[in-house]
């Protein structure tokens, strides 16, 4: 969690609170030279069998002058080793393919936020691009936030327009797009001293090309010709996702209550549940550990199939993203604040995707098991 | 939308206001919402890639070919 050094009850954190802005992550005034934030973070994750990820990012936020923010992100995505390909059933059941070569990916990636607040009002614009050999992202976003209620309540509004451009390696002609518009609208609540909940719910409408050029289904029937068919999706997707977090601190134990709730619903019919429940308990002034859970369960995309039935169908995808699977991920973080604010994070976890923890069962049976453990490291201090 | 605010104006109803000189364990850092920029991307980044999910707390982020 994002964070500074000052202690409840100290001058600083008096002032801070007077001013508390429940859904920024900057802090107002946060001692009187102070007027931003500048941080480093690295991502190190590793799949069992599969791919590799490592992903640094240098982020900064600032105020300038009394009303206005800037918050700026740049990250470089590196993922290489062996990629999901395709099913195919030769062996006599759907076992998923993996790229006989290991393949090495580069994604350059940004964004940059600007808002300013005017009385209760705040508003806010965003851009953010992404880029790599075989796909190109843009998009811009518009915000709103009302404080009310002396600043108990805060209502966000939200818009964002995303267009991509796809391609790929194995086909260079392959040149499509899809357009993404999405609604926000949220509320922050302070329940009371101790506590305070968001929930905010964002509905996204796609248009445009969804296939993922890479990935295949090749089926062999007892008798007649083996298919071969190429990832087909819809060409749209209209989805919903509600998210519900909630802190609450106890003093008596001088620790925190993280708990994050998410529901997603889409007109490719996945539905999806993720929870996750950390605890943040402080270790004396300096030090903090932070271990999470993490329960992730979701259903089948309606066009999701490991083989190609006949007649094969317009719609048919055996990604086992869309499969229907459970995950379960436990993490550590430990937190050590330095003098002059700088602040180590150090957060180490693990993923474990299975048919098996599907809640109420029937996984989808050919989900091959995702094994996955991932690091990362973050300095930041206030400047 | 009108469903979303009488839920927010519920929400309020039930809630003494806690005045600004109340609010220091609020302002705790592990009370914050958000984590740092550079944890959200790492965290979103781990799980977003391998599950059908995603989105919820933001906008405009745009997409990848995340494989």
Redesign the interface.
């Known amino acids: 969690m994002h964070s500074g050094s000052e202690a409840p009850g100290s001058l600083h954190a008096l002032s801070r609170a007077a001013l508390a802005l429940p859904i920024l992550a900057i802090p107002v005034e946060a001692g009187a030279a102070e007027i931003g934030e500048m941080g480093f973070t690295i991502l190190g994750y590793k799949e069992r069998g599969l791919m590799k990820v490592v992903e640094p990012v240098l982020w900064g936020k600032a105020r300038i002058g009394e009303t206005w923010e800037v918050q700026a992100n740049v990250a470089l995505d590196i993922v290489s080793g062996a990629s999901p390909e395709g099913v195919s059933n030769i062996s006599g059941t759907p076992v998923q393919l993996v790229s006989a070569a290991s393949v090495t990916d580069r994604r350059y990636l940004g964004d940059v936020r600007v808002s300013r607040r005017m009385g209760e009002l705040t508003l806010g614009i965003s851009r953010s691009f992404s880029e790599e050999n075989d796909y190109r992202s843009h998009a811009y976003g518009i915000e709103a936030r009302w404080d009310l209620n002396e600043r108990n309540t805060t209502l966000a509004f939200g818009y964002g327009q995303s267009a991509d451009s796809i391609g790929s390696t194995l086909e260079p002609t392959l040149d499509e797009r899809r357009d993404t518009r999405e609604y926000l609208f949220g509320v922050t609540q302070v329940l009371s001293r101790f506590d305070l909940v968001q929930s905010t719910v964002t509905v996204a409408r796609g248009r445009g090309w969804f296939n993922d050029p890479y990935k295949f289904t090749r089926t062999f029937y007892p008798d007649g010709a083996p298919a071969f068919l190429f990832d087909l999706r819809p060409s749209s997707r209209d989805s919903f996702a509600w998210l519900t977090r909630y802190r609450r601190h106890v003093p008596g134990a001088d620790g925190t209550l993280q708990a994050e709730y998410r529901y997603y619903s889409d007109d490719w019919d996945v539905r999806a549940h993720t929870l996750e429940v950390a605890w943040q308990q402080s270790l004396g002034e300096r030090w903090a550990v932070r271990p999470a859970l993490r329960y992730h369960t979701q259903g089948a995309a309606r066009f999701y199939s490991p083989v190609v039935p006949r007649p094969a169908p317009a719609e048919l995808s055996s990604d086992p993203r869309l499969a229907a699977f459970g995950g379960i991920s436990t993490s550590v973080r430990g937190i050590l604040k330095l003098d002059g604010g700088l602040l180590i994070e150090l957060t180490v976890g693990n993923v474990h995707n299975t048919r098996d923890f599907r809640a109420g069962g029937n996984g989808s049976p050919t989900y091959p098991t995702l094994q996955a453990w991932y690091g990362i490291l973050g300095i930041s201090r206030p400047f | 939308?009108r469903a979303?605010v009488a839920?927010?104006l519920l929400?309020?109803a039930g809630?003494?206001?806690?005045?600004?000189?109340?609010?220091?364990?609020?302002?705790?850092?592990?009370?914050?919402?958000?984590?740092?920029?550079?944890?959200m991307?790492?965290?979103e980044?781990?799980?977003s890639?391998?599950?059908?999910?995603?989105?919820?707390?933001?906008?405009?982020?745009?997409?990848?070919?995340?494989?």
Request: net charge positive; charged share 15%.
């Open positions: 939308m979303w839920v927010a929400a309020c809630c003494a206001p806690v005045a600004p000189y109340q609010r220091a364990y609020l302002a705790r850092p592990d009370m914050a919402l958000d984590a740092s920029p550079g944890m991307r790492a965290m980044r781990t799980f890639a391998k599950e059908a999910a995603n989105g919820g707390s933001s906008v405009g982020g745009g997409g990848c070919g995340c494989n």
